[in-house]
């Protein structure tokens, strides 16, 4: 079956890199799409689909854009055209992708470059091919990629002419994207699982709770995606509730409101748990490792926490026990989001541990932080909301099993009659 790959680029300044992949992606029998989201100059290589359709795809989708296009393309103020061009570049990607005309999509470039194509990246689906290669690519790139599947490939010189490096990198980029793209269209033809989706958050300090758990749901039917809480897994795990896919909600693991109350390294920022309120799906929360704040090597830890309670996770990975403070205010924020959720919500608090370093001889136990978190939580709760109080620690399978029959109680009572 025939496949297009999107080569999508600033093709004023990058066109014949991008023409050597797309001759690349012909010779392995696939379309290349040459996409030109330059804004400065003219392309050097011809496009298959010209920035001014790119921008027509924008005026498409948002009507009210095309007053300011002209303007802003006159100015040529490189940041105010790279901003454009981001947006024109997602509406155009993704009434391609709607018409079923690309397979796959791939993209080279710098600063501007790279933002424009991830952002047209990140407006298609999770399992579509995406491949960037970037000057940016071994430096932060959470926000180039956010909660998607970018897959990002280190350009290692910049991408300006063609050498014996960048060839190298190309070429493998190439490869790399016609083999998603066969790979996808291949799995394709498996037949998908109909079952309902359950979401569940999960940490080292919490696998055995959450493992059983969704042993317990999959044998009741379900299918059970597990996200790592680790700011980047909380996020992502937010967005797929927010898609409407979502039947239920299992968050074990609530640590990523410790991180971004306290100052650590893995927050998923200050809208973790809203996405469950807004989808009206039922959920089941505990306070998973709300113990703990994560950090670097030692190193790293800002110099304020001097004298708090450590314990070194591994040489690159430093846990800070929160404080009986902490916590009261951790009971209250999760109380507070809590109370928006309409559907059924029931909130487990495993009374012995909260994680496994915070079990009884454990370096993270600590019975007063946990009453403290316990207390706030049962008090700024809303009071119909069920709070459920086993004695045990939150890896005891019974715990797993009272989170897992709860929520498809829960689950029970919302299916339509």
């Known amino acids: 079956m025939p496949t297009t790959i999107a080569v999508l680029g600033t093709l004023d300044s990058k066109g014949p890199e991008h023409a050597f992949v797309a001759d690349l992606l012909r010779a392995a029998g696939h379309t290349p799409l040459l996409i030109d989201v330059g804004s400065l100059d003219s392309p050097t290589t011809p496009p298959d689909i010209s920035?001014?359709?790119?921008?027509?795809?924008?005026?498409?989708?948002?009507?009210?854009?095309?007053?300011?296009?002209?303007?802003?393309?006159?100015?040529?103020?490189?940041?105010?055209?790279?901003?454009?061009?981001?947006?024109?570049?997602?509406?155009?990607?993704?009434?391609?992708?709607?018409?079923?005309?690309?397979?796959?999509?791939?993209?080279?470039?710098?600063?501007?470059?790279?933002?424009?194509?991830?952002?047209?990246?990140?407006?298609?689906?999770?399992?579509?091919?995406?491949?960037?290669?970037?000057?940016?690519?071994s430096g932060q790139v959470a926000p180039y990629v956010g909660t998607t599947d970018i897959t990002m490939?280190?350009?290692?010189?910049?991408?300006?002419?063609?050498?014996?490096?960048?060839?190298?990198?190309?070429?493998?980029?190439?490869?790399?994207?016609?083999?998603?793209?066969?790979?996808?269209?291949?799995?394709?033809?498996?037949?998908?699982?109909?079952?309902?989706?359950?979401?569940?958050?999960?940490?080292?300090?919490?696998?055995?709770?959450?493992?059983?758990?969704?042993?317990?749901?999959?044998?009741?039917?379900?299918?059970?995606?597990?996200?790592a809480a680790t700011g980047n897994g909380g996020r992502a795990m937010e967005a797929l509730i927010a898609s409407g896919l979502v039947s239920g909600v299992l968050d074990i693991t609530t640590t990523e409101w410790a991180d971004e109350l306290v100052g650590g390294v893995l927050t998923a920022g200050p809208?973790?748990?809203?996405?469950?309120?807004?989808?009206?799906?039922?959920?089941?929360?505990?306070?998973?490792?709300?113990?703990?704040?994560?950090?670097?090597?030692?190193s790293s830890v800002p110099a304020k926490f001097a004298g708090r309670t450590f314990y070194h996770h591994n040489p690159q990975v430093t846990l800070m026990r929160t404080t009986p403070a902490e916590c009261t205010e951790l009971g209250r924020i999760l109380a507070e989001k809590i109370n928006r959720y309409t559907a059924p919500v029931t909130v487990l608090l495993p009374l012995r541990a909260i994680s496994v370093i915070s079990a009884h001889g454990k370096p993270f136990h600590s019975p007063e932080a946990d009453t403290a978190l316990f207390s706030s939580l049962r008090q700024h709760l809303r009071p119909d909301i069920p709070v459920l109080t086993p004695d045990v620690e939150i890896n005891d399978p019974t715990f797993a099993r009272a989170c897992a029959e709860t929520l498809l109680t829960h689950l029970a009572a919302s299916r339509p009659v």
């Not at 948002?62 to 007053?67: I, L």
């Open 153 to 227: 490939m280190p350009a290692i010189v910049d991408v300006s002419g063609l050498n014996r490096v960048s060839r190298a990198i190309f070429t493998n980029a190439a490869g790399a994207i016609a083999g998603m793209v066969t790979a996808r269209r291949a799995s394709s033809s498996q037949p998908a699982s109909d079952r309902p989706l359950i979401v569940a958050s999960m940490f080292g300090n919490t696998t055995a709770c959450v493992t059983e758990a969704k042993k317990l749901l999959e044998a009741a039917g379900y299918e059970v995606l597990v996200f």
């Open 51 to 137: 920035r001014a359709e790119v921008l027509a795809a924008l005026t498409a989708a948002e009507p009210a854009s095309a007053a300011n296009t002209a303007a802003i393309l006159a100015r040529r103020d490189r940041g105010e055209c790279v901003t454009l061009m981001a947006r024109a570049a997602a509406a155009c990607v993704t009434a391609l992708h709607a018409a079923g005309r690309i397979h796959g999509i791939i993209s080279l470039g710098g600063g501007g470059g790279t933002a424009i194509a991830t952002t047209a990246m990140r407006a298609l689906p999770i399992g579509f091919p995406k491949l960037m290669v970037s000057t940016l690519a």
């Open 271 to 298: 809208t973790r748990l809203d996405a469950t309120a807004q989808a009206k799906i039922p959920a089941i929360i505990a306070p998973g490792c709300l113990d703990m704040v994560n950090f670097g090597e030692p």
